[in-house]
């Protein structure tokens, strides 16, 4: 879709916008758009946001909920704002003024994975430190009087199957880069977290002077390095992507050693890459690459390190 707008004459924001679009329709995965990825109250939100590597302007929403297209909000934003990030019911609001249907996003599917989850004791979560022991019972909890710090040993196996995102970055014909990326989310996720993919230079990143690059993966990890940007970065001083896209995951690799992430990294030349970190069950990082030099969108696989 975002090919097809480009060959039509359309603006690399615009393809980002309506590829990453195209995806809430389809409910890719059931980890991006609305009826997936129920939270602790079997709430669906999204999380979106869209950036023009010429202006350095940056378009997001976050914790949006009854409004389907989250990057067509974000995008707006940008549009109609001075504004970058917008978040929750407020977001929402801002989305109706802008012409948006206030909609339920909820299914059948998100329901019966939410009932799921309450007759699993609410298995698995994302609380620690607390009373009743989260890892065998539902809340509602309360702190408990001494904090353990303990690594967490399930969070990435437990990412690696209940949420993605889509990320994109389109090069245009004279080098200009836009990216974008949009998410429901980590499932069973407290009601108001946010992850990393609303946040510039997280989520994804770009610099017509550089390129672009975007991440996928468990983002309450991944964003605390910034991945997105610092891949820029790295191709800014004539990094080969694939490498930046390396060096990006083994910095993470030293504090977070079984995190589930990857990243996509593409220059304005148009060469472009792609890395993962390789835990059990993720030992390759599959992805869509179009450009001029290919007949059609071609599957792209790389080993992760």
């Not at 704002?81 to 109706?96: D, I, M, N, Q, R």
């Not at 249907?101 to 607390?130: A, G, I, M, R």
């Not at 196996?157 to 245009?172: A, E, F, K, L």
Request: hydrophobic fraction near 35%; charge should be negative.
């Amino acid at each position: 879709t975002a090919w097809r707008v480009l060959e039509s004459g359309g603006s690399e924001l615009d393809a980002v916008e309506r590829g990453c679009g195209q995806c809430e329709i389809d409910q890719c995965d059931g980890s991006v758009g609305y009826g997936g990825s129920p939270d602790e109250s079997g709430e669906t939100t999204l999380d979106a946001m869209i950036m023009d590597g010429n202006t350095m302007e940056v378009g997001a929403v976050a914790d949006l909920r009854h409004v389907k297209n989250a990057i067509g909000v974000a995008r707006r934003v940008i549009e109609y704002t001075k504004h970058t990030l917008l978040v929750g019911e407020s977001a929402s609001l801002f989305a109706v003024r802008m012409g948006f249907p206030y909609e339920d996003l909820t299914t059948q599917k998100s329901l019966s994975l939410y009932s799921e989850w309450l007759n699993q004791n609410c298995q698995p979560n994302y609380w620690k430190n607390v009373v009743p022991d989260s890892s065998k019972s539902c809340g509602p909890y309360k702190r408990r009087a001494e904090v353990t710090y303990k690594e967490e040993q399930t969070t990435s196996q437990r990412s690696v199957h209940n949420h993605d995102t889509i990320g994109m970055v389109v090069i245009g014909v004279s080098g200009t880069v836009a990216s974008g990326t949009s998410t429901n989310g980590a499932i069973h996720k407290l009601p108001g977290r946010v992850g990393d993919s609303p946040i510039a230079g997280a989520g994804s990143y770009a610099d017509s002077t550089a390129g672009g690059a975007a991440a996928t993966g468990d983002g309450d990890i991944m964003m605390r390095f910034l991945p997105s940007y610092q891949a820029v970065e790295y191709m800014r001083m004539g990094t080969d992507p694939t490498v930046a896209c390396q060096k990006v995951i083994s910095r993470i690799q030293k504090y977070a050693p079984r995190f589930f992430g990857a990243i996509i990294c593409a220059n304005t030349t148009g060469s472009y890459g792609a890395a993962c970190n390789k835990i059990p069950g993720f030992t390759q990082f599959h992805f869509m690459v179009s450009s001029p030099l290919l007949s059609q969108p071609t599957e792209q696989v790389v080993d992760c390190i």
